[in-house]
């Protein structure tokens, strides 16, 4: 990318914005373009579970804004983007504009994934993405003072059942897991069961909805073990899915988020990067296997390193190797993890409240519960265990050599040596120049007595 040239960026939450703030840090002087689907500037998503679900925090507390200078950005809110072009390098926006890019940051994150047979037209059935969703979730919590129910015994599960017990509120968490963010080991998923009866939020484990029930105060659901529950209001957090539809027909591979090389190019496209959670990539402390992931620091460290790569260019730019580490507080109780817990076969104790992740032998990822201290130290020891592997940079592609019509000396040079014997290069060569300089015509030279298939051929380059 070079200064006067137009950067797009596509999403504007954390990961646009860090995108965008990393562009002016390296002094890039050209245009950028944010764009998001949001009437809003990016705010601070977890809190939507948390304190703006809880009335601890207004709308206007979580924006981002504050924390950056101006970095001279053109804001396009509203604004979904229908298309991507990467043959002409085009974006496509509702009502036919289209915009040209130089250079593309595709940073569009995730959106909840929907429960089958949920009556998502019933405004007490809500997701948690955005500020819009929590207030809708107070709104419900305000006009009924029946319970609240949310299914996913996922981080955003249990951050909005923790949310509601802390504003007193009755709550119970439905999953079809054993236990609460199991994935996590033994150890976190204990300890969070023990948290949340200490603090009286029901649990409703290994259970799914049979039923729903929408009467004209509440919603009811059935569940397969025959529990029935009446809510205010119903949050269903059971995982997302890529927000990459707008890529659709683009050549990009979308099968589950964006593959890309481990530089966040995405693949099959020189100057289109990806950030965040849609990002499919290779990080090479773990293996060469494309993977995503769906953190709120992942996000920030990926959106500055393909802004930088991005800047730099494809032969330039340097892999993607973070350590991934994401931590959330549940009832005033630190949760923390670090590496890549998803990929291990086994689980070890490591000491009192942290558990190891292992994969063939070797430690792979990390969890704690209410161990914030020790947890520093373990992290800097799976950093030193994992270390990312060192960097050879691609060699530059040599100068192109301009084709030449090669020489009658050189020519001959190429001819094999069972057809040498018999032929004098230079006495045809001084004859040639003779009879040419003397404008008569040229004496027959004899010709080898070999058979015409058994002549060299010569392939010749062909221009336009």
């Known amino acids: 990318m070079a200064d006067g040239d137009r950067i797009v960026i596509v999403g504007a939450g954390v990961a646009g914005l860090r995108a965008a703030e990393r562009l002016r840090e390296l002094n890039f002087d050209g245009e950028i373009v944010l764009i998001g689907d949001e009437a809003r500037r990016p705010y601070h998503r977890p809190m939507i579970s948390k304190a703006l679900v809880m009335g601890t925090e207004r709308p206007s507390d979580v924006g981002l804004s504050h924390y950056l200078p101006d970095l001279d950005v ?7 983007v229908m298309h991507l072009d990467t043959v002409e390098r085009v974006v496509h926006l509702p009502g036919g504009e289209s915009l040209w890019y130089d250079g593309l940051i595709a940073a569009t994150g995730v959106y909840p994934r929907h429960l089958p047979g949920a009556p998502r037209h019933d405004p007490r059935v809500r997701i948690l993405r955005t500020v819009e969703d929590s207030m809708a979730v107070r709104r419900c919590l305000h006009a009924s003072k029946k319970p609240a129910v949310v299914i996913g015994a996922g981080l955003i599960g249990n951050e909005f059942a923790a949310s509601m017990r802390h504003i007193g509120r009755d709550v119970t968490l439905v999953g079809h897991a054993k236990a609460p963010l199991h994935r996590f080991g033994d150890r976190v998923s204990s300890g969070i069961v023990e948290a949340h009866h200490e603090h009286r939020a029901k649990l409703a484990m290994k259970s799914e909805v049979r039923h729903w029930i929408s009467t004209k105060d509440t919603v009811g659901l059935h569940l397969t073990n025959n529990q029935l529950l009446v809510a205010s209001v119903v949050v269903l957090a059971i ?14 591979d979308i099968s589950d988020g964006v593959l890309c090389d481990a530089k ?35 996000a920030v460290e990926s959106a500055r390193h393909a802004a930088e790569n991005l800047l730099m260019g494809h032969s330039s730019a340097k892999p993607f190797t973070p350590l991934p580490r994401a931590w959330s507080t549940l009832y005033d109780t630190r949760l923390q993890m670090c590496g890549m817990p998803s990929l291990a076969e086994d689980t070890v104790s490591l000491a009192d409240g942290i558990t190891g992740f292992i994969r063939d032998g070797r430690l792979v990822g990390i969890s704690s519960w209410d161990k914030p201290r020790a947890m520093l130290d373990w992290m800097a020891e799976l950093d030193r265990r994992l270390p990312a592997p060192d960097y050879v940079p691609e060699p530059e592609p040599a ?35 003779s009879e040419f300089a003397n404008d008569i015509p040229t004496t027959a030279f004899p010709a080898q007595s070999l058979p015409v298939a058994a002549l060299p051929t010569m392939a010749i380059p062909m221009g336009r």
Request: glycine share 8%; net charge negative; hydrophobic share 40%.
């Open 74 to 80: 053109h804001w396009r809110l509203g604004a979904r």
């Open 239 to 252: 995982g997302s899915v890529p927000s990459v539809d707008w890529m659709r027909g683009s050549g990009l």
């Open 264 to 298: 966040l190019f995405a693949e099959g496209a020189s100057d289109v990067v990806v950030a965040g959670d849609i990002a499919r990539w290779p990080n090479l402390r773990f293996d060469e296997t494309p993977r995503r992931v769906e953190h709120w620091i992942n």
């Open 399 to 433: 100068p192109a050599v301009p084709e030449v019509e090669p020489s009658p000396a050189a020519l001959s040079a190429e001819v094999p040596p069972e057809f040498e014997s018999g032929f004098d290069q230079q006495a045809f060569e001084r004859e040639f120049a």
